[in-house]
């Protein structure tokens, strides 16, 4: 079945630093992926949108200057985690939807992310 | 306004037994619903996917059913097992790649 592969499952860095998580949709093309954050016991929250080719799309409230995406391929989106603090620490996870509308999302693993 | 809430928000349950998980929502214009479970720490997995014209769908011990009059869905899990203790979420399609997601139900299967 189709696979997204989410990279690295977890990363610790130092708060200023920033951080770099990928997601790949392995066996299918995804034009569209969506960037997800989870607290603790809480479900997902949508961060945003990433279109292939285009600019993503941020839900209010997500700092489009701090969680930079890109959509450079029908398989790759990426999420950059800038001038991490330790507020950013958060699980973050990332899904792909195929083609066709009743075609599931899904998702990868998620990224463990700790700042220090 | 689009929302999806889910019932009850945590549940425990000895191995071996059934339950049925919640989920209403308001999402309009409906285009399917869907149910996934999640582990620990790990991404969720898809379990049913539904459309209006679906009442019910079944994947192994998972049997999913959809009253899209009332706008309700339910899952059933049927003589549960250790690994069946999880995250399960609902989420909501409305048209396009709008997905509404439900705050989940935390099941715990005790032996």
């Known amino acids: 079945g189709a696979v997204v592969s989410q990279h690295p499952s977890w990363v610790i860095c130092k708060s200023g630093t920033s951080v770099k998580i990928e997601c790949r949709s392995l066996?299918?093309?995804?034009?569209?992926m969506f960037w997800y954050r989870q607290f603790p016991k809480q479900s997902l929250m949508l961060m945003a949108t990433?279109?292939?080719?285009?600019?993503?799309?941020?839900e209010q409230g997500v700092e489009k200057d701090k969680f930079l995406i890109n959509h450079a391929s029908l398989t790759l989106s990426t999420l950059t985690v800038t001038s991490a603090h330790p507020e950013d620490s958060s699980f973050y996870i990332c899904?792909?939807?195929?083609?066709?509308?009743?075609?599931?999302?899904?998702f990868g693993n998620g990224t463990r992310l700790t700042v220090t | 306004k689009n929302q999806v809430e889910q019932s009850p928000q945590s549940l425990i349950i000895l191995e071996g037994k059934n339950c049925t998980l919640q989920?209403?929502?308001?999402?309009?214009?409906?285009?399917?619903l869907r149910w996934y479970k999640q582990d620990t720490g790990r991404g969720p997995v898809s379990l049913t996917i539904?459309?209006?014209?679906?009442n019910t769908k079944s994947n192994g011990r998972y049997t999913a059913t959809l009253d899209a009059d009332t706008k309700q869905s339910s899952l059933h899990i049927t003589a549960s097992q250790l690994s069946d203790s999880a995250s399960y979420i609902c989420?909501?399609?409305?048209?396009?790649?709008?997905?509404?997601f439900g705050t989940g139900t935390s099941l715990t299967v005790i032996p």
């Open positions: 539904m459309t209006f014209s679906e």
């Open positions: 899904s792909a939807r195929g083609t066709g509308g009743l075609s599931p999302l899904h």
């Open positions: 990433s279109n292939e080719g285009s600019k993503a799309t941020y």
């Open positions: 989920c209403n929502y308001t999402v309009s214009p409906f285009s399917n």
């Open positions: 989420v909501v399609s409305a048209t396009g790649n709008q997905f509404y």
């Open positions: 066996d299918f093309q995804a034009t569209t």
